[in-house]
Structures are given as C-alpha cells and as structure tokens.
T-cell receptor, first 112, second 120 residues
Framework: AQSVTQLGSHVSVSEGALVLLRCNYSSSVPPYLFWYVQYPNQGLQLLLKYTSAATLVKGINGFEAEFKKSETSFHLTKPSAHMSDAAEYFC??????????FGSGTKLNVKP | GAVVSQHPSRVICKSGTSVKIECRSL??????MFWYRQFPKQSLMLMATSNEGSKATYEQGVEKDKFLINHASLTLSTLTVTSAHPEDSSFYIC????????????????FGAGTRLSVL
C-alpha cells in the first residue's frame, strides 16, 4: 500500500523568503513521486517528478524537490517566494503510473 | 503541456437527478483516463480508471451503478452521477495519461480543472 502525508495544511511565507512544503511517503516498492500545483478554479499542473533518476529534481517556476529514501521524504522548496506562488500544492506517489495517491494538500500563502 | 478539458466547471442540481461530467483530451489521444473525487480539506481519491472501448475499473467502495463511466472515444470520457444526493456533493477531477509511444510526457497524468457538484 502507498500513502502520502503532507505536514501543514497551510503555510505562510513572506515574499522573497524560502518556501518549504513537506511531503513524506509510504511505499513498499520504489516509488515515483510528483508535485502538482492547483491555482483557484484550475486543474492540477505538474511542477516536477521523480522517476528514479537524479534525486534532486528541478521543476518549473524555480521549484525543486529532493528525494531522500532514508527519510521517505520528497520535500518541495523554492529559494525565494513570489506572490504568484500562492496556490495549493499536492504531493503524489505511484508505483505504476496508474493509481496515484495524493496528499491532502498544502495551501501556500505569500505575504507582501 | 497536454491539455485536458473538463465540463461543466460547476453544477447545481436537485436531489434525484443525474449529472453528466465530460473529460476531453484536447491535443492527444488518451486510452486511459482517471476520475478522482476530492472532499473539502482532503486529498484526491481515485474513483475509477476509464479505459477506451472497455469497462471502467472501479476502486473499492465506489458504486459502479452510481457513478457511470463511459469512455467511448480516445479523447472523451464521461462520468454520470446517477440519482444524485446531497452526500454526492464534491469536487470531481479527471485526468488523462499520454500512452506509451506518445510524443513525450508519458507516464504523467494531466488534469482537468475539476467540476464542483452541489446537490440540493
């Protein structure tokens, strides 16, 4: 069985500050991990994915995530937050690209 | 990236009526589409996998007679909520996956914008 835990349903940072959104996963087989972003009234947009290549994955909009097997984590970071980053972020895990297990989401608020 | 269109974005209906939601892949052919349900402050839960030309595969606990799925073409899957009740009120999201051998982006699920269903 697989599952995803996103710590913190709401995260608030100041513009220009570091963004850190946490994701821990549970998987009995090597996982494939994803981060999606959802803006209001829009679908989920892929930010980045880990599919067993480099453990540090760079995505769109300056985001990156590091796969740490020993910690079963795939935290999402961005060095400097921008107002346009305010959205809801979902971490997801799969082992076969069919059934995706999503975390409960983290809403990021960016303060001016 | 690939585009998935979902319609309608919002629907309000009376209890006992049926509601159809469409999911279209606009610039690629999708042999497999997925239907998710999202309750407030909860994660997306996979309801069923829709396969073009065959029956959908439902997840445990999802009533197949309640949530009818039709994937009649390579670009369209529909979800019909039959005899809707207030407890069916939720956010429904579809996704489509580019099949192997496609022009890149394989094994990525592309999501529609979702449909907010409110049953009165």
């Amino acid at each position: 069985a697989q599952s995803v835990t996103q710590l913190g349903s709401h995260v608030s940072v100041s513009e220009g500050a570091l963004v850190l959104l946490r994701c821990n996963y549970s998987s009995s087989v090597p996982p494939y991990l994803f981060w999606y972003v959802q803006y209001p009234n829009q679908g989920l947009q892929l930010l980045l994915k880990y599919t067993s290549a480099a453990t540090l994955v760079k995505g769109i909009n300056g985001f990156e995530a590091e796969f740490k097997k020993s910690e079963t984590s795939f935290h999402l970071t961005k060095p400097s937050a921008h107002m346009s980053d305010a959205a809801e972020y979902f971490c997801a895990v799969t082992n076969n690209f069919n059934k995706f297990y999503f975390g409960s989401g983290t809403k990021l608020n960016v303060k001016p | 990236g690939a585009v998935v269109s979902q319609h309608p974005s919002r629907v309000i209906c009376k209890s006992g009526t049926s509601v159809k939601i469409e999911c279209r892949s606009l610039d690629f052919q999708a042999t497999t589409m997925f239907w998710y349900r999202q309750f407030p402050k909860q994660s997306l839960m996979l309801m069923a996998t829709s396969n073009e030309g065959s029956k959908a595969t439902y997840e445990q606990g999802v009533e197949k007679d309640k949530f009818l799925i039709n994937h009649a073409s390579l670009t369209l899957s529909t979800l019909t909520v039959t005899s809707a009740h207030p407890e069916d009120s939720s956010f429904y999201i579809c996704s489509a996956r580019i099949p192997r051998g496609g022009s890149g982006g394989e094994n990525i699920q592309y999501f529609g914008a979702g449909t907010r269903l409110s049953v009165l």
